[in-house]
C-alpha cells in the first residue's frame, strides 16, 4: 500500500483546475499518510496558452491554510516541481534558497525551446533522434543545477513521442542514461518513479523498470513514488 504520494498537482499549477482541499479529501480517502504537492514552475515558460510559472507566495499561503484544515488527518508538505533549463541556473538556486521547500523535483520539460508534449519537438527528426537530445538535456540540466531532492519522470519524453514505448528500451539509450543515473546517484538525488505513465498507455510507471533496476545495480538507493495527478481520479 503506497502511504506518500510525492508529485501532486492541484489549481496552483498552470495544468490542473482541481482545488488543493478536493485533492487532499480524495488522498485521505485512499488512505495516505503524506502528500507532497509539488506545483510547477517553469520559468518564463507558457506553452500551448498555459503558464507554467506558479504564484509561489499564493501557494505556500494556501497549503499552510490546508495544513490547518487538515491537521492531525495527513501531513503536508510544501514542495516545487522545477523546470530546469541550464540559462536559469541563476533563478533557480535563488528561488529556492529563498523558499525553503519541503521538497523539490527537478524536471525536463523543455528541450532547446519547445516541451516533448508536442508534436513540434519531434518535427524534422526521427523519433531516436528526439529521444536522444532529450537525455542529452537532462545531463546538461544537472550539471547547470543540481539543489534537488529527487529528478523527475526521467523518461518523460517517452509518454509523448510519435510512438509512445512501443520502440524504446533501457539497451537503446544505455550509453545516455547510464551517465544521467551515475549523476544522481553521486549527487544524491533520488530517482522518482512516476505511476503516470500507466495514465498514458505506457503500461509502465516512467522511467521504466528497466531504467530502475540500472539505477539500483549501479548503486542507487534513494528512490520516491509519486502520482503527478493534476485531479482525484489519477
Not at 523519433?127 to 539543489?147: C, H, K, M, P, V
Not at 533496476?213 to 485531479?231: C, F, K
Request: hydrophobic share 35%; aromatic share 14%.
Amino acid at each position: 500500500m503506497i502511504l506518500t504520494d510525492c508529485h501532486l498537482h492541484s489549481d496552483f499549477s498552470g495544468d490542473s483546475r482541481t482545488p488543493m482541499a478536493q485533492m487532499i479529501e480524495q488522498g485521505i480517502s485512499r488512505g495516505l499518510k503524506t502528500m507532497c504537492f509539488t506545483e510547477h514552475m517553469d520559468y518564463q515558460t507558457n506553452q500551448g496558452g498555459i503558464c507554467f510559472e506558479v504564484d509561489t507566495e499564493a501557494y505556500r499561503d494556501g497549503l499552510m491554510r490546508m495544513r490547518e484544515q487538515y491537521r492531525g488527518q495527513i501531513e503536508l508538505l510544501f514542495g516545487i516541481e522545477l523546470g530546469i533549463e541550464p540559462r536559469y541556473q541563476e533563478f533557480l538556486k535563488e528561488y529556492v534558497r529563498k523558499y525553503q521547500f519541503d521538497y523539490v523535483i527537478g524536471s525536463s520539460h523543455i528541450v532547446d525551446g519547445l516541451d516533448p508534449y508536442y508534436p513540434e519537438f519531434y518535427e524534422g527528426r526521427t523519433e531516436e533522434a528526439a529521444y536522444r537530445r532529450y537525455f542529452e538535456s537532462i545531463l546538461e540540466n544537472l550539471e547547470a543545477f543540481s539543489a534537488v531532492d529527487a529528478y523527475g519522470h526521467l523518461d518523460y519524453v517517452v509518454r509523448y513521442g510519435p510512438h509512445k514505448n512501443q520502440f524504446f528500451s533501457y539497451e537503446t539509450y544505455r550509453g545516455l542514461i547510464d551517465p544521467i543515473l551515475k549523476r544522481l546517484i553521486d549527487c544524491g538525488i533520488a530517482l522518482e518513479v512516476n505511476s503516470a505513465g500507466f495514465k498514458h498507455g505506457l503500461g509502465v510507471p516512467n522511467p521504466c523498470p528497466q531504467i530502475i533496476r540500472a539505477y539500483h545495480e549501479m548503486g542507487g538507493e534513494l528512490v520516491t513514488i509519486g502520482s503527478d495527478a493534476p485531479e482525484p481520479k489519477w
